[in-house]
């Protein structure tokens, strides 16, 4: 390849991965627990900024007239690590607002704090340097441990980024299959039988606000290492249904239809007006993709409202051991091969008794 | 014997006597398991329930009856916790239930059902019943990522009972279907099997047996019987009659929001007010 397909490749596949994980957070909270989170985005931004304050230099280091605070300049991976911490803090209070409020009222409270956020963050120019953002934004390693060159350094970052949406992929998928994932289910479903189960629905929500926050943050951070930029015309509000189009499409509230939907709208879409001629004047095709994105949306709600690869059936296979293997049980080790399961009586008989 | 208030004013409910037709044996004479005490509902200027006052008795089937519009389910709603704006005492097995979250009631071992069959419609059946069991530690963050060999054991003991209970009321062949594609019928009997998951120690039903067929019933009241002999307490909202007469050791009549009558069907059968507020409502 020449160096210049492989750096487009191998931006490609980075902007894939980042998403990939912001996508799966929220597809945590929206497709399996039921958060309207409209604000996704800003927990994204949280995790960008933090990044960005903990791995540059104090503001009056560089003299160039910018205005943030903090400037912490730790080594990675620490930065990330803040990244992710940011935005799963930002979800406590973010949670706390939107506590009481559900459906359509949470999602117009979430969209409307997106808006805020940006105005905030952009008119407190001491903050976080206003509309300029942060810039210069060490990438990690470059030209200390990794090669200087910019195509070969991308090629490693992107490796580093594949694995850490792998790590993100085993843990989303942890919890959805576990019985905890089907508490978050029955959220999504109903949250008054949740609670006259015994179960707290407002603590599940909780948790996967955070967690998903934390991810979004995790995604911010590994994007903003890769863009060494955060300004806040990159976090507007309709980032959020960026994210939403792709788990639409692709299928809620599962990850292979995650992974899809973000490599047909997020990359797929964006990438491919790119290659379109410039007509009528500048500009007009990039706009054009919020149009397609718009139409992409209201197509799968109006008519494959469950997405390309819906979300799969538990059936009663599942949860009797020795009748299937799923894949589940090949990946994590737990099928019943082990014979722990064995000792389970009566599995699949119908009791002539009544007990 | 009775006097009623007219609305607006706090009737006080009168303990019909047995005459005999109660049943015998301990139940009678022990503590209530749930008491409810001038129990107040409203919503904004309507008052639901104008200070109900009863008791149920533990291993009993307690029906409520009475007129649309009584009160009956905002009773109910108010004793699992699903009412913001109950006033008054609701106490069970020691515990007082108003102001507690409705998942806190749950824990005590109160199940309810809901007067439209309240499921989980994306996930299957069988995924109905598992979370209709009592909470337990395979249900935690921790264990998504720890001790999945032991959860997966506990899950499948679960799954075995869930099968046990649905080849009971021989819907088996239902198990892998979504729940929001099932009948009206069979999502009540869902909803019931869903309660019976966790061995509540009370059951709060409402009209459980809407819309199921005419056998089914048998079978369910056959269940729900069982259930009383070993030792389950039931409060029953319940239109049918003769199923209270088949079903209930003791009946409370609502109207306008308060207690008219407690005691036996056939007492209740002679009394004038219960007629009237029947057919006058």
Redesign the interface.
Known sequence: MSGGIEFYVSSLTLLFGINLIAVWGLDLQYGVTGIFNFAYIIFQAAGAYADGILSLHPANFYQAGETYVGGFHLPFPLPLLGATVAGGLLAVPVSFIVRRLRGDYQAMALLVLSLIATAFVTAQTNFLDGSLGLSFIPKPLYGSVLPASPVSYQWYYCAFVAFVALMVFF?VR??VT??????L??V???E??????????HRARY?IFIFGGALAGLSGGLFVQYITSWTPTGWLYPETFLFLTAIVVGGAANLGGNVLGTLLVIIGIQEATRFLPQVVYPGLIDSLDWVVIGLALLAFLWFRPKGLVP?R?????R???GQRRTADDLL?G?AAA?G??AE?????Q??SD?? | MTTVGESGTRPPASRLDFGGAGRDGPTVTRDPLLSVRELRVSFGGLVAVAGATFDVRPGTITGLIGPNGAGKSTVVNAIAGQVRTASGRVSFDGHELLGQKPHAIASLGIRRSFQIANLFDSMTVIENLLIGARPWDGENVRACFVGRRRWRRRESELASKAMSIMDHFGVRKLADEVAGNLSGGQKRILELMRILMSDPKMMLLDEPMAGINPVLVQTIAEHLRRLRDEGTTMLMIEHDLSLIEELCDSVIVMANGAVIAEGSLEVLRENEMVVNAYLAG
């Open positions: 843990m942890a919890i576990s019985p905890f994932g089907r508490v289910r029955a999504r479903d109903s008054t039988a949740v609670a006259s189960l015994g179960r707290s629905a948790i979300e059936r538990r059936t009663l296979a949860f009797v051991p994590l737990t082990s722990a399961l389970v009586p009566d599995i699949g119908p009791r009544e007990s």
